[in-house]
């Protein structure tokens, strides 16, 4: 039988982990998402710890809220910038059979599960003594388990693969260099100065905000594309207004 | 530490097919890397080649005699083993030949000339003009041939579960790479992986229960524990059975969980779809049979209605689905899925007749399907796959031999007399009828009635080749010398297992009994 130190832990970690998984797969934020999976190891690592394994608890912790995590957030980052998900349901009915169908299958699971009454004591301590946790692991790993170890290497190397082939664009004609675009530029007559800046107006200045034509129209051409498909473009409106209160307030004090 | 650290005996003749397709992998890889791009192609291909021959004949000289298990329990060498190992070594080297058809072009006709430009870019027109190709697919295809090869031989569950991601990454990799309809063989793709990996998971979960259950992941140990039946812990084994169950029959496609097969076998590369069809399915049948055989018998009371009831709606609704298709692709793939509902029959007999029966089917079903797939890349249409079933019409008679040969390959699926489907068949529901009860005579008559019911489709897919009218702009183009060779191989090998199946069933029948 557990202690009840180890009960109250386990089920503290548990629902920490569970509640924080659900926040993965349930966040409409790719960061909320990111943050939920990173709480949800490191509650299973501290439940791997309360189970006397010290070595897969660090290392679930590192690797899984260090390196994967860090991978999940960098490719968040590159991924994306201009693609739309298109968020509509082409199963009609899906999520209420899925759900019918999940609490079903959870419902089987817990009345199979529940069942057993384990009444041994689960107890590392022995092992860790001799011949220690990780020399047992180590043991494992690469005594009985050696073939799997050594195939999983064939994964690494199909993920390494894959990589390349689906997302490696390989350049086919050498990058154009500024004195090439310039040249074109002049040679279309289009564009001969160059793109227009994005806006710079009296009390602001930023990359998100666009320039302003002389009619007083917007200038699309100002703003860097990745932003615009981003959303992030800001109006250029409160800006026009300050100034023209500024020049208001000059053209005040010279009458005055 | 007093205890010294033992290292497993290994086995090196026994696991040597399997290190030898490594190796070629590997080799595959340093290709890519090193070899100028304009002759890899043709390297790629002899890389691919000399690998799967050596490899067949290090198993067939040297691994058939060293039956026993290795690498500490992981590898298991037995008749089965072996028997299904070779003859997914043989689909791959036919797959192979199909899929280096280049119709006279600089790269393999099938794959894309670069998988990382977006469908219809500038980039990828100017990779196209270029002469690129993926020939990355030969050694991705060879890693998903060694999960195929460890999966069948594997003696404990995890190693059954690297090697199920082993043969299943590069498999979904190879979906996404089509050079035609390329946004739709990225969905196939990506709805391929995310099922994949759900069913994975399904495995994954099954198999922690079952080292729950019996305290050890060696299907050996599991069967020992189940024979011992611990009352306390009962309650892990069904669910865990169920879940590992689960996990396998979403790779052969029986109908709860073949939602994945019509949409991945139509976006996939055709070459890959016919791969897939026929090695994907002998390596997940293999392990269905281990399995249910050696780890899991002592309870399948337990277990044996649930997976008679996916035998049979296997069956109807594979056959039921045939009917209303439209698509060449798809309608294969559903008649793909009601396959594995006629191999499950035999599979459900529970006798040594029952693995062999299941094991000839395989057999017959992969070289036909092979033949099959690699001829529905010759039909075209403005230079594109023709695979909508109306653009066949007539068909017959503008390219006679490759329509002739389509209708051989659909007698053999439809199970007629002096095909390979027929003998197939027969070995499939004979031990069914001997051994399976009266469970096994209805499934027996379900197989029947559903095989009547596609013959139904087939038939009228002869009957639009032959006798009707087309538009003239599809036609047959005609293939390489390599394709040629493997589509004559599987056609003479679907008559010659219809007329002569002596040999082939004679193998099988030797080699059915499992290590226990």
Redesign the interface.
Known sequence: MTSTGEAWAFWILATVAVVTALVLLLARKAVHAAFGMAASMVALGAIFLAQQAPFLGVVHVFVYSGAVMMLFLFVVMLVGVDHADSLVETLPGQRFWSTVLALGLAALLMTGIGRVNYTGTADLSAVNADPGNVPAMAGLIFGRYVWVFEITSLLLITAAMAGMVLAQRQRLTPKATQREWSERRIRSNTHVAGLPNPGVYARHNAVDTPALQPDGSISALSINRTLKARGQVASPVEHVEAEERIQREITEGRTR | ???E????EINYWA?APLLVV?AG??IG?LV?AFVARASRHNVQLGVGLVTYLAALVVLLAKSRTEHGLT?????VIDGPSVFLMAVILCFALLSLLVMAERFGGPAADAFTP????TPGSD?ER??ES?G?G?T?AV??MM?SV??MM?FVSSGDL??MF??L??LS??L??LT??ARRRRLLSQEAALKYFLLGSFSSAFFLFGAA?LY?YAGSVDIARIALAIGAASP?????L??GVALVLIGLLFKVGAVPFHAWTPDAYQGAPTPVTGFMAAATKIAAFGAILRLAYVGLSGNRWDWEPALIAIAALTMVIGAVMTVTQTDVKRLLAYSSIAHAGFILVAVMSFDVTGVSGAMFYLVCYGFTTIAAFALVTLVRHEGSEATDLSQWAGLGRRSPVVAGAFAICLLAFAGIPLTSGFTAKFAAFAPAISHGGAAGAWLVVIGVLASAVTAYVYFRIIVTMFFEEGAGDVVAITPSTLTTIAIAIGLVLTILLGVLPGPVLEAATQSAQFLR
């Open positions: 530490m007093n205890q650290f033992t290292m497993v696991i490594v992998a590997l890889v890519e690498m500490g329990g992981s590898v670069m998988g990382a430009a980039l100017s990779a270029a690129w993926t990355e050694p991705l890693i060694v999960g460890l995890l190693t690297v090697a991601e082993v990454l590069p979904y990799v996404g790479l229960l729950g306390v812990l009962d309650g892990l069904l669910p």
